[in-house]
């Protein structure tokens, strides 16, 4: 049974909040972003690139595979 607080499924308004004005400010240096990446060096610049590019592409899951897990062939040699 709930005390206090916010009902059960009432959205927290300063979060909502807070969510709008953290996207109109990443809106405004997305914008920035062609003119700040000309202006570094190569390095800064595929170092920053590097570090973006983990936002969009996922990393690669490490698998490991025991020897009782790797198939036998189906003909000897």
Do not use: C, H, W
Request: glycine share 6%; proline share 8%; charged share 30%.
């Amino acid at each position: 049974m709930k005390t206090g607080g916010r009902s059960a499924g009432t959205p927290n308004t300063i979060t909502k909040e807070l969510r709008e004005v953290i996207i109109q400010i990443l809106d405004k240096e997305y914008q920035k972003l062609p003119e700040l990446l000309e202006s570094m060096s190569p390095r800064s610049r595929a170092e920053l690139i590097v570090k973006l590019t983990s936002f969009v592409v996922p990393r690669p899951l490490e698998v490991s595979i025991s020897e009782d897990q790797i198939e036998q062939p189906l003909f000897g040699e």
